[in-house]
C-alpha cells in the first residue's frame, strides 16, 4: 500500500496590491527581467566597468567632473556663510535702539533688509517722539516741524526701495505713514514766511498730497483688502474736511494748522522776556571809566557849616552861667 500523498496546500487570496507571478513562473526570473529592461538599473550595472575602462577616464569627463564637486562645495559655504552673516545682522538690528545705533546699521549693512529697517525705525522716531510730540510747545516746534519734514521724505523714499524689492505689504506702509506726515504739516509755513497770512502755496503739508499718498497705499495693498479699505476711508475723509466751506461751522485741515502755529508764534512772543533798549552806564573794568583812587588819604568828614556859611569861631575864656537876682 502506497504511502498517503500530501494534499496541495489550498491556493491563498492575494492581499490588495501584491502582485501575484502566474503559475508556473519563478518570481526571482521574473524580477531579473524587469530589472534588466530598465534603463537605470543597466547603467548602474555597467558603471564600475565604464569607469573602469577609458570611456569616463578622459581628461574632459574627469575635470568636469571635479568641476561639479567644487561648484557644489563652494555653494555649500557660502550658502551656510550668508546665513551666519544674515544671523548677525538681525542680532545687531535687535540691539539697536537708538538712532545712532540704527545709522550705524544703516552705514555698516548697506541694501540689506536690516538696513531699510533701520531706516523706517530712524524716520517713526523723527516723526513721533521728536515730531509731533513736540509740535505743541514753542521752544522745540521749529526742531519738531523740520524732523516731521525729514521723516515724510524717508517714508517716500523708503516706499520706492520698497517697490523695487515687491515688498507690497512694506511700500503700502511707508506710503500711508507719509501720508501722516504730510498731513501733520497742514497749516505750517515754509522757512522764511513771516506774514500773518500766507498763501497754500507756501504750506510745508497739502491735504492734497496727502490724500495721494493714502489712495497710493490703498492701490498698493489692494482697494478690497481691509488695510486698503481703511487707507481709502481716510482719504475720502480728508477730502471732505479740506474741501469744506467758509461758511461752515467746522474749520477745514489748513484752518486748524494756520490757527494753532499762530497761537503758539504769539503765545512764546508774549511770554519771552523783553531786552532793555539800552543798558544803564555801569563801571566796567579795563575800559577806563572806573573812579580814580585818590592821591592822598581822605581826613575826618568836616561838618557841614550853618546860618551865613561861617564856621563858628570857639570861645577864648570858659563860658560862666548867668547869676541869677
Known amino acids: ?4 500523498q500530501p494534499n496541495p496546500p489550498a491556493p491563498v ?3 490588495p496590491g501584491e502582485v501575484v507571478p502566474p503559475a508556473g513562473k519563478d518570481p526571482n526570473l521574473l524580477l531579473q527581467k524587469e530589472l534588466e529592461e530598465n534603463s ?5 550595472r555597467d558603471l564600475p566597468s565604464k569607469l573602469r575602462s577609458s570611456h569616463f577616464a578622459t581628461p574632459k569627463v574627469l575635470g568636469g567632473v571635479l568641476l561639479v564637486a567644487l561648484a557644489g562645495g563652494l555653494w555649500w559655504w557660502f550658502s551656510g556663510e550668508s546665513k551666519r552673516t544674515a544671523a548677525g545682522h538681525w542680532k545687531a538690528l535687535n540691539g539697536a535702539t537708538t538712532p545712532a545705533e540704527l545709522e550705524k546699521i544703516v552705514k555698516e549693512y548697506p541694501n540689506s533688509p536690516q538696513a531699510l529697517i533701520a531706516r523706517r525705525s530712524v524716520a517713526e522716531i523723527q516723526f513721533g517722539t521728536e515730531g509731533t510730540a513736540k509740535l505743541d510747545t514753542g521752544e522745540t516746534r521749529g526742531a519738531a516741524i523740520e524732523s516731521i519734514a525729514k521723516a515724510r521724505e524717508e517714508f517716500l523714499a523708503l516706499a ?3 517697490k523695487k ?4 505689504a512694506l511700500r503700502a506702509m511707508c506710503l500711508r ?7 501733520s504739516l497742514i497749516g505750517i509755513p515754509k522757512a522764511g514766511v513771516t506774514a500773518l497770512e500766507w498763501d ?3 504750506d510745508r503739508g497739502t491735504a492734497a498730497k496727502a490724500v495721494e499718498y493714502y489712495t497710493e497705499a490703498a492701490r498698493t495693498i489692494g482697494e478690497s483688502t481691509a488695510a486698503g479699505e481703511r487707507f481709502t476711508k481716510l482719504a475720502q475723509q480728508l477730502t471732505e474736511k479740506a474741501n469744506r466751506k467758509p461758511d461752515d461751522p467746522l474749520p477745514s485741515p489748513r484752518q486748524i494748522g494756520m490757527y494753532l502755529h499762530q497761537q503758539i508764534k504769539t503765545k512764546v512772543a508774549e511770554t519771552s522776556p523783553k531786552s532793555p533798549d539800552k543798558l544803564p552806564d555801569t563801571p566796567t573794568t579795563g575800559t577806563g571809566t572806573e573812579p580814580k583812587a585818590p592821591d592822598k588819604p581822605l581826613g575826618p568828614v568836616a561838618t557841614p557849616p550853618t546860618g551865613s556859611g561861617a564856621a563858628p569861631k570857639p570861645p577864648t575864656r ?5 547869676t541869677v537876682k
Open 165 to 168: 524689492v515687491g515688498d507690497k
Open 318 to 322: 570858659p563860658l560862666t552861667p548867668p
Open 13 to 15: 487570496a492575494p492581499k
Open 160 to 162: 520706492e526701495e520698497y
Open 177 to 183: 505713514q507719509a501720508a501722516e506726515a504730510e498731513e
Open 1 to 4: 500500500m502506497n504511502a498517503a
Open 200 to 202: 497754500v502755496s507756501q
Open 40 to 44: 537605470l538599473y543597466n547603467w548602474l
